[in-house]
């Protein structure tokens, strides 16, 4: 059992390898705070959720954003900043004391910090950020952090590694600010940055990777710089960087204006002194990539070469990122790309504003659809044998469908018929058939009991309690089935108490962003055949 924290433990939260001149302080601070955690309110409340372990790096993690704060490194702040933005207060779950100071150590900044670090290190396990034990630690935590204010030195070594020339025109330098913001940061340790760690890890470990390491690593990571979006607002790295750097940093518009990165299958088409010409295999879309981000030029050697290469749009642009790999031409390779589902999609968020407006008509039409065969109802309870059966039968109906006609019997799929031994009381056989606004139509598995809590008068609170937390939890779970839910069934259920009022109601968007992560941003994808 630890009993003090080393500096290793407290250097591997931080970006840098050799020592600054203040880590020492720091880390006589992040031992005071392991005291606290290394308490009996601590092991009482948290049990086995947490380990020595977790209390360690909290305690490093607690005492960074004192750092943080004192540097004026402005990762909380900009939090604060956008969640003020969001939501028009500064924190989610609390109103602050008219002691508040915005650029100063806050007591509700901890007991909200507490609640992060904890419920990214358990994401199975919902901690309700009133919790008195979590006061208690936070005040304790607090009193320290008061006791040092006056005296904490600045960390400049930290200040210069989140710092990038104001002109910087080189794209990779870009991606590296973001990547650094994303990843070696403090706030996002155990949002981010632990999931990254073991996939890479995993990564090395694999015999199979044997000979292409270098590439397999430099690959996941450079996606993950791309698309990770972070549990805390649900917001990619280039947002964050640009909320570090402020709106008035002349990079800001540029690092928000870097693109998706797309990655996949192209041939070859030539190239002149500025470009290489690729043509995307699935899509037929054109592609200039900068011969200033290119310099293996020879790879190319035959027209109609096939490329798989990533790269991302920057200023108007596209740089390489990632990894390539040219081989010949291949056609079978080709058809079977150009019949690629997942390939089509990848790109759709280069569509033109004509395509996505088709899309958002075509789900607009089938939300009316689902309505009509459903007499208006906007979940169906069923067998799982048998969703696709009614997705198949819907998508049949809205195919055929006068969307102008008033909801009839004549016009509604009787899926009471479809799903005749539809037994509610068998857990796993039972799905619920939702149509979200944003995504289309989707099933769910296991969560039944909790919309037929109105005809079921002798429910178990504890059993609703814990299918509840999973609907609002589980990252797979549409967004809109949740805040549907709420709106239409949490009247009759009284087992919410400090969770619904105090907790889930007023940040209920946050907590969506929280724990949805990147399901909260997901809309309906629809192919356009050529």
């Known amino acids: 059992m630890k009993k003090r924290i080393f500096i290793n433990d407290w250097l591997d939260v931080k970006p840098y390898n050799n020592h600054s001149k203040t880590d020492t302080y720091y880390l006589s601070i992040a031992n005071k705070i392991y005291k606290i955690f290394n308490s009996r309110i601590a092991n009482n409340f948290f049990g086995n959720s947490l380990n020595k372990k977790d209390y360690v790096l909290i305690s490093c993690l607690l005492v960074s954003y004192f750092e943080d704060i004192i540097s004026e490194t402005n990762f909380f702040i900009s939090f604060k900043n956008k969640h003020n933005e969001l939501y028009k207060k500064k924190l989610p779950f609390f109103e602050v004391s008219i002691d508040y100071i915005d650029d100063e150590i806050n007591a509700e900044d901890v007991q909200f910090l507490v609640w992060y670090f904890i419920s990214t290190l358990t994401s199975n396990k919902f901690f309700n950020p009133h919790h008195l034990s979590i006061k208690l630690l936070s005040f304790e935590v607090m009193s320290v952090f008061e006791d040092e204010y006056e005296y904490a030195p600045q960390n400049t070594q930290l200040q210069n590694f989140y710092k990038i020339d104001a002109q910087e025109k080189n794209f990779y330098l870009i991606r590296e600010y973001i990547d650094k913001v994303l990843f070696t940061n403090y706030l996002f340790y155990t949002d981010c940055f632990l999931d990254l760690n073991k996939e890479e890890t995993n990564i090395l470990e694999n015999k199979d990777n044997k000979g292409y390491l270098v590439e397999m690593l430099r690959d996941y990571h450079d996606n993950a710089v791309f698309s990770t979006y972070t549990r805390l607002l649900s917001m990619k790295g280039k947002e964050w960087a640009g909320e570090i750097l402020g709106r008035n940093h002349p990079l800001y518009n540029d690092i928000l204006s870097v693109s998706n990165k797309v990655i ?39 027209i109609d070469d096939i490329v798989y290469i990533g790269m991302a749009l920057w200023k108007n642009e596209w740089w ?50 689902f309505k009509k065969i459903t007499n208006g109802k906007l979940i169906v309870l069923m067998k799982t044998s048998e969703v696709k059966q009614f997705i198949d039968k819907f998508l049949e109906h809205y195919n055929n469908l006068d969307l102008t006609e008033e909801i009839n019997d004549a016009t509604s799929i009787n899926y009471e018929e479809i799903s005749s031994d539809y037994n509610p009381n068998d857990v796993e056989e039972a799905s619920l058939v939702f149509f979200d606004s944003k995504k289309g139509i989707t099933s769910v598995d296991g969560i039944n009991d909790l919309f037929l809590v109105k005809e079921n008068s002798s429910y178990n609170e504890n059993d609703y309690k814990s299918l509840f937390l999973s609907l609002l939890m589980n990252k797979t779970i549409s967004d809109e089935l949740v805040k549907y839910y709420i709106e239409n069934y949490s009247n009759v259920l009284n087992f919410y108490g400090e969770y619904l009022e105090e907790v889930i109601t007023p940040d209920l968007d946050f907590l969506l962003r929280f724990y949805k992560v990147e399901e909260y941003h997901n809309v309906a994808q629809i192919v356009f055949k050529d």
């Open 320 to 369: 390489f990122s990632g990894i390539s790999v040219v081989n010949e031409y291949d056609q079978e390779m080709i058809q079977k790309e150009k019949k690629s589902i997942e390939s089509k999609l990848a790109l759709n968020f280069l569509s033109s504003k004509e395509d996505k407006k088709l899309n958002e008509e075509i789900l607009s039409n089938q939300f009316t659809a």
């Open 264 to 302: 996949g299958f192209f041939l070859y088409k030539g190239q002149d002194s500025e470009n290489i010409f690729l043509e995307h295999i699935a899509t037929n879309m054109k592609f200039n990539l900068t011969k200033k981000s290119y310099s293996a030029i020879k790879d190319f050697k035959n």
